[in-house]
């Protein structure tokens, strides 16, 4: 069991490059995401990514951070632009606070993932549950 040391501001330690692509084709539904001529009938420059997948790795960001001992009470996400092929997202995290409610010791992490130019592509929020000094044995 790891024993964390935190403070606020801290960024996390790992960060999460996902190139747009990904699966996509293979994880939605809609036909935008992977049919070029359907994505530019929508206005789209390209085939995009799905949402729901965005979230799923700013989850892993917070996941893979916190580890085995942590355990994501509250995961809340936004989808700001839509990632085409060929864009890397970029996903970091820095907690904002840490505190003790009741008997849990929580951490509040902010999540931004931005793409390769600079653009806001999401952002969201976490709440993990760790482990004190006090209670790993």
């Known amino acids: 069991t790891e024993i964390y040391t935190l403070s606020l501001h801290d960024a996390l330690p790992i960060s999460n490059n996902r190139p747009a692509e990904v699966l996509a084709e293979r ?10 001529k359907v994505a530019a009938g929508v206005g789209m420059p390209g085939v995009y990514d799905n949402g729901w997948m965005r979230i799923g790795w ?3 960001l ?19 632009l839509p990632n085409v092929l060929g864009d890397v997202v970029r996903f970091q995290g820095t907690v904002t606070n840490c505190y003790v409610s009741g008997d ?3 951490v509040d992490i902010e999540i931004t993932y931005r793409r390769h130019d600079g653009e806001l592509s999401g952002n969201g929020t976490a709440t993990v549950r760790l482990p004190s000094s006090s209670t790993v044995s």
């Open 27 to 36: 994880t939605s539904f809609g036909q935008g995401h992977h049919d070029p």
């Open 58 to 60: 700013a989850q892993q």
């Open 62 to 80: 917070v996941t893979d951070w916190m580890g085995d001992a942590g355990f994501l009470k509250v995961l809340d996400c936004s989808i700001k």
């Open 104 to 106: 849990e010791h929580l």
